[in-house]
């Protein structure tokens, strides 16, 4: 039995035996959710011949129903979801988002199990996320799902620090938030600041070491930023050039993922709220792993290449329509630019009405590349209901001009038990 395993049933058998123990020490809490969303494809993408073979520009629509709670001394989270994709046939999953035991012992606190362990001060981009590695500013994301670990922390009245085995047993793994990996990480208050700190060890990127700080210099103003360095890390690029046509036809070669020695992250940010319900959301980040403006350019005049391949002697369309999806992969890396800023304005009703609303406008540094996203949302009692529009554009041969799709729409309903 692998290690992961062994700490969900551990985590179970405890779950049960609280049960049992203690029959009224327990609190649930249930919700559903559905979301629609309508995706229009771009109607000069360069990588329109391969985008049948991809999901870009598919509607898709998804129900999901979560039931959290604790039987001391167990939280979880779990979920179960149904979703349904142009042109796919339905699907349907139970996920266990989180179940661990939580075990306090005077100062100290000790976690078994799965557990979400997101951790950062940023909104759009979060450098010292390193254990959850949680993917920001999705348009409807799902609940996050947690990282099987054991947790060791202590609490002190203006300080905190905590020891996290991630993952036990499974080394490097297929993706860099399911290797396995040990961290130390810290908070303190000072000076009326938080103070965040993170080391964390793992095969794959060895060590990786960052801080963060929020603070406060006025009721209306909150300033953040945090860093991070990585001993190594890995960025996804377009296959390198000169390239023969027999490797531009490669699908294995469109896209790679290549390391990146001593790598480094920041982010700065400031907020802004108001009496009347404003606030406004200021940031601006760089990433030394994600793809550079010279990727993308790479990338937008091999796909003209690949284009221009199709009909010739020799060479099958599904070639070069497979050549051409497989490249898309470039857009599923974390981040799409090394430099960008994010400006965000947002608005709840002081009322009590329960609208609320929102507008963001990110853009590249580096391309010139933006996405703009304009929120709506109503909440009363148990009842939310949101809609909204994102929309890609930008000079040609950038990350957001190339995006496939030209605009996502959305609307969703929240009910909760």
């Known amino acids: 039995m692998r290690p992961s395993t062994a700490i969900a049933g551990a985590a179970l058998v405890v779950m049960t035996w609280g049960a049992a123990a203690d029959a009224a020490a327990y609190d649930l809490s249930n919700r559903s959710r559905a979301i629609g969303e309508a995706r229009q494809l771009r109607e000069d993408s360069p990588f329109a011949p391969g985008l049948p073979l991809t999901r870009f520009g598919r509607d898709s629509a998804r129900f999901e129903h979560e039931l959290r709670g604790k039987i001391k001394p167990v939280w979880f989270l779990l979920t179960g979801s149904a979703s349904a994709r142009e042109g796919e046939a339905s699907t349907g999953k139970l996920v266990a988002n989180e179940v661990y035991a939580d075990l306090p012992h005077?100062?100290?606190?000790?976690?078994?199990?799965?557990?979400?362990?997101?951790?950062?001060?940023?909104?759009?981009?979060?450098?010292?996320?390193?254990?959850?590695?949680?993917?920001?500013?999705?348009?409807?994301?799902?609940?996050?799902?947690?990282?099987?670990?054991?947790?060791?922390?202590?609490?002190?009245?203006?300080?905190?620090?905590?020891?996290?085995?991630?993952?036990?047993?499974?080394?490097?793994?297929?993706?860099?938030?399911?290797?396995?990996?040990?961290?130390?990480?810290?908070?303190?208050?000072?000076?009326?600041?938080?103070?965040?700190?993170v080391t964390r060890f793992s095969s794959r990127y060895r060590t990786e070491a960052g801080a963060a700080f929020s603070a406060v210099p006025s009721e209306q103003m909150e300033v953040h930023a945090s860093f991070l360095v990585q001993r190594r890390g890995e960025r996804t690029a377009p296959l390198a050039e000169p390239a023969a046509p027999a490797d531009l036809l490669n699908p294995d070669l469109a896209v790679a993922t290549t390391p990146a020695r001593s790598a480094r992250k920041g982010l700065l940010g400031l907020t802004w709220t108001l009496a009347n319900g404003w606030s406004l959301l200021?940031?601006?980040?760089w990433d030394g792993t994600a793809p550079s403006s010279t990727d993308w350019s790479t990338l937008a005049t091999q796909t003209e290449r690949r284009t221009a391949l199709?009909?010739?002697?020799?060479?099958?369309?599904?070639?070069?329509?497979?050549?051409?999806?497989?490249s898309t992969r470039m857009f599923q890396a974390p981040s799409l630019a090394r430099r960008a800023s994010l400006g965000r304005v947002s608005w709840t009703d002081p009322g009590g009405s329960g609208w609320s609303g929102s507008l963001d406008w990110l853009r590249s540094l580096d391309d010139g590349g933006w996405t703009a996203t304009a929120a709506l949302g109503w909440e009363a009692d148990r009842l939310r209901l949101d809609a909204g529009m994102r929309v890609f554009g930008g000079k040609r041969d950038s990350a957001y001009g190339l995006f496939p799709e030209r605009r996502v729409a959305y609307v969703g309903a929240r009910v909760a038990f």
Not at 138 to 159: D, K, M, T, Y
Not at 310 to 326: K, L, N
């Open 282 to 285: 200021a940031e601006t980040w």
């Open 106 to 197: 005077g100062k100290d606190r000790f976690a078994l199990g799965k557990k979400i362990l997101s951790g950062d001060v940023g909104y759009a981009f979060r450098p010292i996320d390193v254990i959850q590695r949680e993917q920001r500013l999705q348009l409807v994301p799902p609940a996050l799902e947690g990282i099987p670990s054991l947790l060791w922390e202590r609490f002190q009245v203006e300080s905190a620090w905590s020891v996290v085995w991630a993952n036990p047993g499974r080394g490097i793994a297929a993706s860099p938030r399911d290797d396995e990996s040990l961290a130390l990480r810290g908070y303190s208050r000072w000076l009326g600041a938080d103070l965040h700190g």
């Open 310 to 326: 199709r009909g010739a002697p020799g060479v099958p369309a599904e070639a070069v329509s497979g050549a051409i999806a497989a």
